[in-house]
């Protein structure tokens, strides 16, 4: 069984910073990409990152580039998100996510590209 686990949110005052971490664990696993996504409340879940682990390819939604950096080890199933420069509107739960099949990059900003999620790490960001 594949689990996914976030851990590292926490509450922070704008203009600080946060690092998420997210370990896949099971006896099979094995990911083409992995990448975070993050939902508020009342609003739809959205697409913050992710890593293509074959030559290492990187995407960021428009809200947070510049700010946030995500980076993994592909061999240890495991991805980070490094937050910088945090804002209020930045609070959300945020959750890890792996694509495990073949896939199109364009597909990776869409949730239905990723096959197994996390439970997901709350952040809080205070003005």
């Known amino acids: 069984q594949v689990q996914l686990v976030e851990s590292g949110g926490g509450l922070v005052q704008a203009g600080g910073s946060l690092r998420l971490s997210c370990a896949a664990s099971g006896r099979t696993f094995s990911s083409y990409a992995m990448g975070w996504f993050r939902q508020a409340p009342g609003k739809e879940r959205e697409f913050v990152a992710t890593i293509i682990w074959s030559g290492g390819s990187t995407f960021y939604g428009d809200s947070v580039k510049g700010r946030f950096t995500i980076s993994g080890d592909n061999a240890k199933n495991t991805v980070y998100l490094q937050m910088n420069s945090l804002k209020p509107e930045d609070t959300a739960v945020y959750y890890c996510?792996?694509?495990?099949?073949?896939?199109?990059?364009?597909?990776?900003?869409?949730?239905?590209?990723?096959?197994?999620w996390g439970q997901g790490t709350q952040v809080t960001v205070s003005s």
């Open positions: 996510a792996a694509i495990t099949r073949p896939f199109l990059r364009a597909s990776t900003y869409y949730l239905d590209a990723y096959d197994y």
